[in-house]
């Protein structure tokens, strides 16, 4: 079946620095990857939507300059998360419309220390 | 406008007996409507889903959802328990069923079973 493969699974960055997060679509092109985060033990919110090509479009509330979002082939989405701190310590998942289905990445758990 | 609704926010249940995990949901379009599992860091994996079909619906590991627009409701079942369905559910709307449409998740229900 479609897979997005997410990487990396886990990264530990210095406060101020910068983290990088791909989503790849393995067996599919995706025109448009979802970009989600989850806090512990909470729910999955939103954070933007990316189309190849194009600017993402951010939801509410969501830093479009610390929160970089590219997508600029049809199998690679990123997001970087921009002078990271604390607060940005959370659990990140990438989704992607397989044209059945919606698939998604593993997650990332980012940890900013 | 989109919105789940997941009644419980934890439900135990002994090894080998039925689940139950409730779902209601707001839609103003004929929606589709998923769920999802999801283990300890770990991504979502998708059970089962309706889009306008079957309002009995069946998915993977004895899983099934059944569709009752009357009552808004979309609740997930299972005859019997097994440990391995310990996690973390979340109950998922799209409003057209379209696809590359946003996804409205429900607050989730974690899943404890009892040996």
């Known amino acids: 079946g479609a897979v997005v493969s997410q990487h990396p699974s886990w990264v530990i960055c210095k406060s101020g620095t910068s983290v990088k997060i791909e989503c790849r679509s393995l067996d599919f092109q995706a025109t448009t990857m979802f970009w989600y985060r989850q806090f512990p033990k909470q729910s999955l919110m939103l954070m933007a939507t990316s189309n190849e090509g194009s600017k993402a479009t951010y939801e509410q509330g969501v830093e479009k300059d610390k929160f970089l979002i590219n997508h600029a082939s049809l199998t690679l989405s990123t997001l970087t998360v921009t002078s990271a701190h604390p607060e940005d310590s959370s659990f990140y998942i990438c989704?992607?419309?397989?044209?059945?289905?919606?698939?998604f990445g593993s997650g990332t758990r980012l940890t900013v220390v | 406008a989109q919105s789940v609704t997941q009644l419980d926010s934890h439900v135990s249940v002994s090894e080998g007996t039925p689940v139950l995990l409730r779902c209601n949901y707001s839609?103003?379009?004929?929606?589709?409507l998923f769920w999802y599992v999801q283990h300890p860091n770990k991504g979502l994996q998708l059970l089962l889903k309706y889009t306008s079909a079957a309002t009995l619906v069946k998915g993977i590991n004895g899983f099934e959802a059944e569709f009752k627009k009357s009552e808004t409701s979309f609740h997930l079942t299972k005859p019997s328990a097994h440990m391995s369905d310990a996690a973390e559910y979340f109950c998922v709307v799209s409003d057209r069923g379209f696809g590359n449409e946003k996804l409205t998740f429900g607050t989730g229900t974690r899943l404890t079973i009892i040996p």
């Open positions: 839609s103003s379009y004929s929606p589709s």
């Open positions: 989704s992607a419309w397989t044209g059945l289905g919606y698939t």
